[in-house]
């Protein structure tokens, strides 16, 4: 048969302070006690449950004959922030299963719980709700804003040495120092006949802080305060990697610095290692890639030379530095573009632009009427022989405007030759242009050198 927690009507004694706040006679209690006393089991089983919490408090390590709340290192919360109190007794060597405190806070920074979730460690730890010899007998609280009165008895599993009896829910409402602190804790010695345990009572001042987020754009760590990852010797190029003893942060980077004068401490160094030099007191590494030509900034990148015939990558010399590296030459046909290498797009042996006198560009039909610059290049796939005559003719309808005839010199394959002259458009215009082996005479072998181009433009 399962057991069931049991209450008892509430009590009618007065408490008040043991030890240093004075002794009183408490005939319900003791009554309690007796009986508690009469049924606990002479083998004490329990096991203890450290408490998780806010890290402000320690659970263990507390003095013996002492209860209380007790901080660590720590006494911050942040405002708005909700963590559980603690209450912790550390009776010695004597045993109990009786107590009852009343503590008094500051309800202006906090706002205290008060329901059965304060039991939870006495029902993890100590009370064992399927043993009929480990029932909680007697529980009751009265909670008013800003005090907290705490009373309870239990049957069987008394408690020895250090352990946590109840954990306090609190909310942090308001910035600034707050108290928490007992007007009276009674512990009763079971092995005395339910005589008061003499205590030390430990109470806490906490300090509730402003929230403060982490700027954006900065790197805090999981705090508050930015945090330079380049130079941090506790949070070297990533958080929480920390650089060993005698060693600093340098470019995210853990560097060891050798103190020959026996010092430990970097910036006392007289001498530093290899790569490194003492400026200002203190071991920095020396930028040894400041004089490398042509730097990059990632190794494996890769891009294309400034003349578009090479591919290049990022890599180390053997200095250990990043520049561009040519890994490999564009073929004669190909050219270098979006970091590869690839064929070069076909090239029109004849291409004719008029160009704006206004704004010195090319422009397309429609086009209105005005002068203009007429510009014919010629870039041949085969060279062209010494003497060779490129001719321009500017027809308006079937009126012949312009004609154009210049005799050039010999022109290799890949360079380009032009023909540039003003021209007055008035009307829809043809521009044709060929390319002779010399002007025609008689018994001249003529001979057309480059495919003949035509373009026209209409008037807007």
């Known amino acids: 048969m399962k057991s069931k927690l049991k209450k008892l009507p509430l009590h009618s004694w007065k408490v008040h302070p043991v030890a240093q706040k004075g002794e009183a006679n408490k005939t319900f209690v003791i009554a309690i006690v007796a009986v508690i006393a009469i049924v606990i089991l002479t083998l004490l089983l329990f096991f203890g449950k450290q408490f998780v919490g806010k890290a402000i408090f320690t659970t263990s390590g507390t003095p013996p004959y002492s209860v209380g709340i007790f901080l660590s290192d720590e006494d911050k919360v942040i405002v708005g922030t909700s963590f559980e109190v603690p209450v912790v007794v550390n009776i010695g060597k004597d045993e109990s299963s009786v107590f009852g405190f009343k503590l008094k806070y500051d309800s202006a920074h906090f706002k205290a719980g008060c329901d059965d979730q304060m039991l939870l460690p006495l029902k993890d730890n100590i009370i064992d709700v399927d043993d009929p010899d480990s029932l909680l007998t007697y529980w009751n609280t009265s909670c008013t804003t ?9 049957l069987g599993n008394p408690i020895t040495g250090e352990k946590v009896i109840v954990t306090i829910p609190v909310t942090a409402l308001s910035t600034g120092e707050g108290k928490f602190e007992f007007e009276y804790f009674d512990v009763y010695n079971l092995s005395q006949e339910g005589k008061p345990i003499s205590l030390k009572i430990n109470d806490a001042t906490i300090v509730v802080t402003p929230l403060i987020q982490c700027p954006e754009g900065e790197e805090c760590c999981g705090g508050t305060t930015p945090i330079d990852l380049l130079t941090d010797d506790a949070n070297c190029g990533d958080c929480g990697t920390k650089c060993g003893t005698n060693e600093k942060c340098v470019d995210s980077r853990c560097v060891v610095f050798s103190c020959l004068n026996g010092a430990v401490d970097p910036p006392d160094c007289s001498q530093c290692l290899a790569e490194h030099e003492l400026v200002a007191g203190e071991c920095t590494a020396i930028d040894k890639c400041a004089d490398v030509a042509n730097p990059c900034t990632k190794n494996g990148d890769k891009q294309c030379s400034t003349d578009k015939t090479t591919l290049q990558m990022c890599t180390y010399d053997v200095k250990s530095c990043l520049y561009w590296s040519p890994i490999q030459t564009c073929a004669a046909d190909e050219i270098c573009k979006d970091s590869s290498c690839q064929k070069k797009p076909p090239v029109e042996p004849i291409t004719i632009d008029v ?59 890949s360079n380009s030759e032009v023909v540039e002259f003003t021209h007055k458009i008035e009307s829809a215009v043809n521009i044709s242009v060929v390319v002779w082996n010399g002007l025609l005479s008689e018994g001249f072998d003529f001979k057309q050198l480059v495919p003949p181009k035509e373009k026209s433009y209409e008037i807007s």
């Open 355 to 413: 160009i704006s006198k206004k704004t010195g560009t090319a422009v397309e039909s429609p086009i209105s009427s005005g002068e203009y610059t007429i510009k014919v290049n010629i870039t041949p796939t085969e060279s062209l022989p010494a003497n060779h005559v490129v001719i321009v003719s500017v027809n308006h309808g079937n009126e012949n405007k312009a004609m154009v005839k210049e005799t050039k010199p010999a022109l290799i394959v």
């Open 146 to 154: 800003g005090v907290i009165e705490l009373s309870l008895a239990w």
